[in-house]
């Protein structure tokens, strides 16, 4: 602790309070609230009811999450693989800055424009993804990619070469020495970047709206369509549901992360 | 399994700076060759060169009688021991000792028909038992202390049975006690391996003095000076030698005819070789070996400065403008300073080395009175 006297502790500690809450937590609140409201009271909401969480776990919702759960494991995995496969190969190359540059290229531009140019590029055959989940998957692995890769970078900039020295001089081929001691030592930063990978992936709207087909859409989309046509406590049910999800989704990384941590 | 190390012509540059300039030596087999010099010197370069963990510019590294110079590390079969011990942190002692085993595939030794698993085990249990962590085997590398860690890094290099054991300064990030401890452990621990060669990078010369059967000094990437302790300490060859192995008083002289004058006084020490009368010279003194009194090489002067260090006194005489260190057995009655006293020391005892442009001064490199 920087701060030693109780009494500043707790000022510190209210003024933190002060700025987190309004920015960070009302507004999750407010949604937790609407979820279970059935009107609005002035800017509140009021009312107490369970019925919109029943809507939130029908079927046809629980069909978006798998959707959503399904395309943000099978994005983070493929950015996870990407990015670490990219952070290796650029490490000591000379090309780094390129490698670098490129992995950025998905952060610096709008995702809508991410959407549109997978649609213009795989609406034709022979590389006809358009309509199919493989192009949902695919926009939010682009998406995510750049985070993967960047985590894993600052990470390998950080490993101590002597590690990877003490096992080739103890005669460890390149790939034992990738597999047995510096993934290992990386787990900690690969499950980090896996868990952003997830949550970043969870949430995408903007990019997902232009490319889903009928039978694959995610829980943001419906999310989307509920407030769309004035259902805002559904919506918000939905957006609870989804939260709570991606939070214990998150918390299940992290135990893995403490484990690798305090081994 | 014999096999040495020789160094044929090495130069390493980073970046088109010389840091190994042209390194020739030999460490025979089952020899421990101690790599002093200074900072910056190009000792960790040196044994990285071996190891492979960087590139010649130019000349040949051989193990045994293997050129290595183009193989990957994986391929080089070296133990390595390195001051910060680099254990890996996510395995446990024995598994770490194991790790080199299972990456070669260990053999059943001897043409033994055991199975891999329990050769494995039967070696970690050995290695561990060599380097008294036995008790450790279960513990994560970060709950052992700096000493025991070290232990272990040896172990896990030795549990390969390497020909060839490299090791870069692996004592100094010990304190002094436990230090001198590991050290005595390591002389040990070579007779008991003694076929295995080692290449002990230090700049404390009290480590190369104790382990080294030879000493290679190095100063600004190049080698100084090679030989056993006791020649490099009592022959020294250069100044740098002098000064960097032991302590030592380096005196301008001038060469006479059997002998060598220092301001005025003529001393009775055989000039080397080719000095003509009238060279300049530098007397080599060690401080020990200079006595209080009359005697046979007398120098005159007044004491500057008197530290009493329990077995011994150190006396530091001004004799001429110049600063003379001796090292004399406990004092009764301390000289106090200024007074006049004589110095004397045995013909024997000294040496006459060629002068340098740049004398070192006493003790020079020395951290150890
Ligand atoms: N990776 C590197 N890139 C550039 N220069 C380097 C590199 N490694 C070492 N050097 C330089 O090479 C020279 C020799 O370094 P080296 O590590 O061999 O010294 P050393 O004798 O081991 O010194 P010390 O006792 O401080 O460990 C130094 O001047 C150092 O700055
Ligand atoms: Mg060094």
Known sequence: ?263 | MNTGIRFDGVSVAYGGNIVLDALDLTVEPGEVMALLGPSGSGKTTALRAVAGFVQPVAGRVFIGDRDVTDLPPHRRGVGMVVQQYALFPHMRVDANVAFGLKARGVHGAHGARKAPRDEIAARVTEALEMTGMSAYARRYPRELSGGQQQRVAIARALAVRPGVLLLDEPLSALDAQLRSGMLAELARLHRDLPDVSMLYVTHDQIEALTLADRIALMDRARLQDCGTPQDLYRRPRTEFTASFVGNANLLPVTVTGDGVRLAGAVLDVPAAGAAAPGDPATLCVRPHAIGLGEGPNALRGTVTEVQWRGATHRLCVDVAGHRVTADVRELHETSSLGTEVTLHFAARDAVVLPATAAPVGPGGGAAHG
Not at chain 1, 15 to 21: G, H, K, Q, S, V
Not at chain 1, 158 to 169: C, K, T
């Open chain 1, 1 to 263: 602790m920087l701060v030693h006297s109780r009494r500043a502790r707790r000022a510190v500690h209210a003024a933190f309070l002060a700025l987190f809450l309004p920015v960070f937590a009302l507004p999750f609140l407010v949604v937790l609230a609407a979820s279970l409201a059935t009107r609005w009271s002035g800017v509140l909401p009021a009312g107490a009811t369970l019925e919109h969480y029943r809507a939130a776990t029908d079927a046809d919702a629980l069909d978006a999450l798998t959707t959503s759960l399904l395309t943000a494991l099978a994005a983070s995995a493929a950015a996870l693989v990407t990015g670490t496969w990219a952070a290796l190969a650029a490490k000591g190359s000379r090309a780094r800055r390129v490698i670098d540059l490129l992995f950025m290229l998905p952060v610096a531009v709008p995702s809508v424009v991410i959407g549109l140019s997978l649609l213009v590029a795989f609406s034709k055959p022979p590389l006809l993804l358009n309509g199919t989940p493989t192009i949902v998957v695919l926009a939010h692995a682009v998406l995510v990619t750049s985070f993967a890769h960047q985590a894993v970078s600052a990470a390998l900039d950080r490993l101590d070469p002597a590690y990877e020295q003490a096992a080739a001089s103890l005669g460890a081929s390149p790939l034992r020495v990738l597999l047995r001691v510096r993934l290992p030592l990386l787990l900690p930063s690969l499950s980090a970047a896996a868990g952003l990978c997830f949550a970043l992936s969870m949430g995408e709207l903007s990019a997902t709206i232009m490319l889903y087909p009928p039978d694959w859409a995610p829980l943001p989309v419906k999310i989307f369509a509920a407030t769309d046509r004035g259902a805002l406590f559904s919506g918000a049910a939905l957006a609870v549901v989804l939260m709570a999800t991606t939070f214990l989704a998150l918390l299940a990384v992290s135990r893995i992360r403490t484990r690798a941590v305090h081994r």
